[in-house]
């Protein structure tokens, strides 16, 4: 699981550590650049410690992007079970901070698209990506909005050569669900191998949500099958890993 996590911002001297003594430098900005916080977060495994720039809000100065429960645990999974993603070509929905699709292209997928309803994420996204420097020429992305624009939107974006979907904390609302079962179902109408591995978590809210989202999948002919994943030291389940695949396709 993710150990240790920490929070630099890089307009000032001001430094957050969790289960972390290790200060990073300071990033000087230049002008043109758009001012970030640095968050280094340790995925374990072969990826280890990366660090992964988070927006700045020009209000506050604090970081206005945060590095999402289901986001961190899906970078675990994917690192501890690179199969899920080696030689695929995969399409991340609601990119974020860009560490689920780190791990994907450091597990061996063959291209990843990272993507996200705010364009800014998927910029900073790359630019991890990119000063990582484990996957040069295998990322790229763009702004896409699932919910409102649906696959055909993706295609528009340049995300059609992908085969597996995965995403992590975006059924975050009502109609969250309909939309992504939507997605899934026109995305793997004629993909009779993709697959798309969903990660929620069980809080409440997001449960009943997470629910919703396996019988509107099923009622459009998907195969789900959901695991309860634990992605805390204390060994308790409080996150699900939701599987989904078009079976009627084979």
Known sequence: MISQFALFTCSSALALHLGSQQRLPLKTLTPQDE????????????????RLHAPVSRLTRWPAGDLWPAGRALATRLSAEPSLV?????????????????????????RVFLSDIDASAVRLALRSHEELGRSPRRVSGARIDFARGGWPAAVRAGAADTDVVIASDVL????????????????????PHGKGYVMNPL???????????????RAFGLHVEAEEYASRASGAADMQLIKVENTRSE
């Open 35 to 50: 001012p970030t916080h640095t968050l280094r977060v340790d995925v374990g495994g072969e990826l280890g410690a990366v």
């Open 86 to 110: 080696r030689g695929r070509r995969v399409l991340e929905l609601g990119t974020g901070l860009g560490i689920a699709g780190i791990a994907a292209a450091d597990a061996g997928a063959r």
């Open 172 to 191: 975050y609302s009502e109609r969250q669900a309909p939309a992504l079962a939507r997605f899934l179902a026109d995305y793997l109408a004629d993909r």
């Open 203 to 217: 809080a409440r809210d997001k449960a009943r949500i997470g629910f919703a989202f396996m019988e509107e999948a």
